[in-house]
């Protein structure tokens, strides 16, 4: 039996995977109670609604009514600028602060676009700052360097 939808197939078995790996890692903390949850129980419950969804939509190619999808070829050149987005706001995040650690992030991210552009780049990383620092600096009080230590 052949999935009719081999992305479904592959996001489905992905989802599961990535579900029951999270539970599986999370089950070595302590759980607690409902009442008083202890550092493994939310990534616990969390990580099993992952697999849960993961075995429905695996389930869900191979129903009849699912639509043919071949999988495509993997833009590795798209993978690399979001995994590298990444990798360079975590390390720029400490002695360059928050606000050019997200602008960086969104600008070297938005370059995974086919569809890429600086003034779209641009204007969306600067939403992304105000957003951002308003709700998690801001809003919640967390103790981010907004900029530079040298500027400080």
Same mark, same amino acid.
């Given at each position: 039996?052949?999935p009719?939808?081999?992305?479904?197939l592959?996001?489905?078995l992905?989802?599961?995977?990535?579900g029951a790996g999270?539970?599986?890692?999370?089950s070595g903390?302590?759980?607690g109670t409902?009442a008083? /949850?202890?550092?493994?129980y939310?990534?616990?419950w969390?990580?099993?609604?992952?697999?849960?969804?993961?075995l429905?939509i695996?389930v869900?190619?191979?129903?009849?009514?699912?639509?043919?999808e071949?999988l495509?070829?993997?833009?590795?050149k798209?993978l690399?600028?979001?995994t590298g987005s990444v990798?360079?706001?975590?390390v720029?995040?400490?002695?360059l602060g928050?606000?050019l650690a997200?602008?960086t992030?969104?600008?070297v991210a938005s370059r995974?676009?086919?569809?890429?552009?600086?003034?779209g780049?641009?204007?969306n990383a600067a939403?992304?700052v105000?957003l /951002?620092?308003?709700?998690?600096?801001?809003g919640?009080?967390?103790?981010?360097?907004l900029?530079?230590a040298?500027?400080d």
């Open positions: 039996m052949y009719r939808s081999e992305k479904r592959a996001t489905g992905l989802y599961l995977l990535l999270t539970s599986l890692l999370a903390y302590p759980m409902p008083r /949850i202890g550092p493994g939310f990534p616990f969390l990580g099993l609604l992952l697999a849960a969804l993961g429905s695996t869900r190619a191979y129903v009849a009514r699912a639509p043919r071949k495509e070829r993997w833009d590795f798209s690399s600028w979001m990798v360079l706001f975590g720029m995040l400490k002695p928050l606000v997200i602008a992030l969104v600008v995974a676009s086919h569809e890429f552009t600086w003034r780049a641009l204007a939403v992304m105000v /951002i620092v308003g709700a998690f600096v801001y919640l009080g967390l103790p981010f360097n900029w530079p040298f500027l």
